[in-house]
């Protein structure tokens, strides 16, 4: 596993959801990532994955692939919420986040999501 200080290796998690949270938190690190919990996309390099939880955060959305271009082009960037939040999803889509699921899917992905480890 690669050392999880390089540049690359952090996975910043858009939401409110404290209690959620701490399972992306555990996925994150397990893989070697570090963790970063935040209500916007912070200025700074090194992120390797970009979350937003839709429930608690569908407002950041707006610009923030344009935002990622700027900041962390090479992010891989995930969007999910509540599958009765179509709207929201819907929104996610068209602002152009490359990947959108419900939170079930999400939830049953994260096991696996960063099983690639930092680059």
């Known amino acids: ?29 397990a893989a070697g990532f570090t963790f970063q919990l935040a209500g916007s996309l912070p200025d700074q390099s090194g992120i390797a994955y970009v979350i937003v939880d839709l429930s608690t955060r569908s407002g950041a959305v707006d610009g923030l692939m344009q935002r990622c271009g700027e900041v962390c082009p090479d992010a891989r960037v995930i969007a999910y919420g509540p599958h009765v939040q179509v709207p929201r999803l819907e929104a996610a889509k068209q602002a152009g986040i490359p990947a959108v699921m419900t939170r079930g899917e999400f939830d049953r992905a994260l096991p696996q999501l960063f099983d690639s480890g930092p680059a």
């Open 1 to 29: 596993m690669t050392d999880s200080t390089q540049p690359d290796a952090r996975v910043v998690f858009l939401s409110g959801d404290l209690m959620f949270a701490s399972r992306v938190r555990g996925a994150a690190e």
